[in-house]
């Protein structure tokens, strides 16, 4: 055999060996950012050149929800690729905030048992897992990230703590590696968490793997450190601590992408960034327009989020995607990548997106999208969007043509709002019922804050 046609068959076996690989998967999740609070989502306040850099390599959801919009239920929904009503976590679990008469309370609030999770069906393909950073799905020991389908974990177990050590953590404030190694960061911890990672990935550079990098970052306490303030001189109170804290996260995320380029594992990495739900404007100073509302309600500004996703060997640079698609999204579509049969995924509520991003399938990934909290919900069909109050009449809005969902159609389509109130009823008698609840004044809160940051609804002319 001559020696060009033993080049021909080198290059053409490693061509089938690199097609043939398992892609890593990284998932940058960050907390209550604001849907504009990105340069690459239209902001001339924020720095953000790494994820602005990211999304340029990939496609940009223009329509990307989340499936909740409080932060537990929302990372529910995204570990198990399903509605997390369907399983009981419809309210956040924070302890101390339950009502008397909650079923489960404290330390017992957690993703059931009985649930998969990404990292469960990725393991099954052969990746090595890691969770970074916040977990929110459950203090006690048997909701333990390691105990959920993670081989690696370095992170807090709760909601929120500060970004700095604390002198005497207790709680699920305390950070902590793997199961029950319990020690402090000695220096900022969004630093810290992206660090972590990029460790991991350098260990497991010949092995398919998974990170779940979950920052806590946006979210409160407003704490960032003085070299990054000092970055922006022009901003004062929490809008400069916004800014400072936005630049830190998006120089972790710098430190993974950079870690991934080195290795030369960028090309056949899936990357994705999003975040958990809507910025919460009256307590970080983020910034959701021209979304109308907040986190914690279901005007857009509570569900739409920040959305990309990068594939270099598979998706094209530069792209948008315009139909509406959300995070449950995210499991059957890394799933299929790792090798996965998604018709054996009978029991999802999300699609593989990859077909739907790189024009192999036409349509859109979903006809019909739900969201409910107690007595408030939302149905998306097509277009149209229905919200049900628990204290005014339902709502309907044409999203892509009235974004700040200030004209109200309900009246002019009496037919369409008795339709989609039917099947949001129809879709609610699929569900469990809540596994805890909230005490009732924070139901007036989310009501109030929804109130307070609408663009203000004007009904449709006849």
Known sequence: MNRFLLLV???????????????NIVLLFADDAGYIDF?????????????????????????GYVSDPTCGPSRAG???????????????????YMSDHSALKGDEMGLPLDQKTIGNYLQEQGYKTA??????????????????????FYGFRGGARSYFAYKNPKGDHKMETNFGKYEEPDHYATDVFAEKAADFIERNKENPFFIYLSFNAVHTPMEATEEDLKQFPNLTGKKQQLAAMTLALDRACGTVLN?????????????????DNGGPSD???????????TKSNHLEGGIRVPFLMSWPAKIKCKSTYDYPVITLDLLPTFYAAAGGNVQKLTDVNGVNLVPFVTGQKEGRPHDILFWKK??????????????????????????PNDISERYNLANKYPDKVKSMYQKLFDWEMTLERPLWLLKRKYEQYDIDRMNKYREGWIPAKE
């Open 78 to 96: 995204l570990m198990t690729g399903k509605y997390q009503a369907r399983f009981g976590y419809e309210e956040i679990n924070v302890p101390g």
């Open 39 to 63: 340069g690459f989502q239209g902001s001339k306040v924020m720095k953000t050149p790494n994820l602005d850099k990211l999304a340029k390599s990939g496609v940009i959801f223009k329509q």
């Open 259 to 275: 870690k991934l380029k080195e290795l030369k594992l960028d090309e056949n990495t899936i990357v994705v960034f999003s975040n």
């Open 9 to 23: 068959l080198l290059v053409l076996s490693q061509q089938y060996f690199f097609a043939q690989k398992k892609p």
């Open 131 to 152: 969770v970074y950073g916040k977990w929110h799905l459950g203090n006690a020991d048997r909701f333990h990230p390691l105990n959920r389908g993670f081989d690696e």
């Open 374 to 399: 107690e007595t408030r919900a939302v149905v998306r069909e097509g277009d149209y969007k229905l919200i049900r109050f628990p204290d005014r009449p339902a709502e309907l809005y044409d999203v």
């Open 283 to 293: 307590k970080n100073a983020s910034t959701n327009k021209p979304l109308s509302g």
